[in-house]
């Protein structure tokens, strides 16, 4: 897993730049843009979020949006990472 996800994040790195800052997630505002975690999504409704250094979490709800992805575990994913200061981005 640890080798899956580091591959991730080297493939991502380079469009780290592409996106915005989450800022409706107030604790991701005030984050550096340049830092930057994963999150990976599968369709079933599985999320793995990773802050390197710091912890990796995996969540599982079955309601999903649109695009496929767990309607539970994001706002879960949220509120956590506003909790413990944590940016999944």
Same mark, same amino acid.
């Given at each position: 897993?640890?080798?899956?996800?580091?591959?991730?994040?080297?493939? $991502?790195?380079?469009?780290?730049?592409?996106?915005?800052?989450?800022?409706?997630? =107030?604790?991701?505002?005030?984050?550096?843009?340049?830092?930057?975690?994963? $999150?990976?999504?599968?369709?079933?409704?599985?999320?793995?979020?990773?802050? =390197?250094?710091?912890?990796?979490?995996?969540?599982?709800? =079955?309601?999903?949006?649109?695009?496929?992805?767990?309607?539970?575990?994001?706002?879960?994913?949220?509120?956590?990472?506003?909790?413990?200061?944590?940016?999944?981005?």
């Amino acid at each position: 897993m640890k080798e899956l996800l580091n591959e991730i994040l080297y493939e $991502c790195a380079p469009y780290t730049a592409e996106g915005h800052v989450a800022t409706y997630i =107030p604790e991701l505002a005030k984050g550096d843009p340049s830092d930057f975690g994963i $999150c990976v999504m599968e369709k079933g409704g599985g999320i793995l979020a990773v802050v =390197p250094g710091r912890m990796g979490i995996g969540m599982y709800s =079955p309601a999903l949006d649109k695009k496929g992805n767990s309607v539970a575990a994001i706002k879960a994913l949220e509120k956590l990472s506003r909790r413990m200061e944590l940016s999944i981005f």
